[in-house]
């Protein structure tokens, strides 16, 4: 196991889902996801479930997932999950200015998310991949966080709403390196998505590595005019028509 949540279900026992690897692999690399279940009770766990994450295309050659975490893991009323994970980690690069003077710079990089819904029984109900490539001075900007709410599924990330469109068409996403803003990502029953702006009347980006829920239909998170790393925070409140069920 390279990474894993826990979450407690309305049955009362632990989801525990995450990454996971084999012995003869890289250290950096992973193989699938896993699903699990501890009965508090008896402590008696459930059986291991695993599914092949995609591969990482480089070039024309297909490659395992490397440095990849579980960003979040949201508990559906059915029992089921969804989990987000992506390739996240501090790079260094090595270049040269004009002057022909070495130049090293460290960046927190942000690649392809994957988004799987499980169900119950840790069986695979859709996988999505959001294609992005993300290189930053801030490892925040780069999160992902997911909201269930009355079990509809939304997902808040920063990203240039152009992107939409260059997915569509199939045509490479931009890395982005300090621009874009808060996107909600609204889930349909078979994993496909409708995006949108966040807040459409004012420009701005999440920094969704901590939440607060301040009321029932009401999360709050801290928010940024820049992914720079430097700009200063203010709170973001995010609320829902409905509230979540219990």
């Not at 269930?148 to 240039?160: C, E, G, M, P, S």
């Not at 260059?166 to 078979?190: H, N, Q, S, T």
Request: aromatic share 8%; hydrophobic share 35%.
């Amino acid at each position: 196991v390279k990474d894993a949540r826990l979450e407690l279900r309305k049955s009362g026992d632990l989801v525990v889902a995450g990454i996971y690897s084999d012995p003869d692999l890289r250290r950096d690399q992973a193989k699938g996801v896993f699903f699990t279940t501890l009965d508090r009770g008896t402590l008696a766990w459930g059986p291991f479930k695993t599914h092949d994450l995609k591969m990482n295309m480089v070039g024309e050659k297909k490659e395992l997932q490397v440095d990849i975490s579980v960003q979040d893991m949201q508990v559906f009323s059915d029992g089921g999950v969804v989990l987000l994970a992506d390739e996240n980690a501090l790079r260094t690069t090595q270049s040269k200015n004009f002057a022909n003077q070495p130049i090293t710079r460290e960046s927190y990089v942000n690649r392809d998310l994957h988004m799987i819904r499980l169900d119950a029984q840790g069986e695979p109900i859709w996988y999505t991949l959001l294609d992005r490539e993300m290189s930053l001075e801030s490892p925040e900007g780069g999160r992902s966080k997911a909201l269930v709410q009355a079990d509809q599924l939304y997902v808040l990330l920063n990203d240039d709403l152009k992107n939409e469109e260059r997915r569509k068409l199939g045509e490479a996403v931009p890395v982005m390196e300090g621009g874009g803003e808060a996107m909600i990502l609204e889930f349909k029953p078979d994993g496909t998505t409708k995006s949108r702006q966040a807040y459409p009347d004012d420009y701005l980006v999440l920094r969704p590595g901590q939440q607060w829920r301040i009321a029932p239909n009401e999360i709050a998170f801290t928010g940024c005019l820049k992914l720079d790393g430097n700009s200063p925070t203010f709170p973001v409140s995010v609320q829902f028509e409905q509230e979540a069920k219990k």
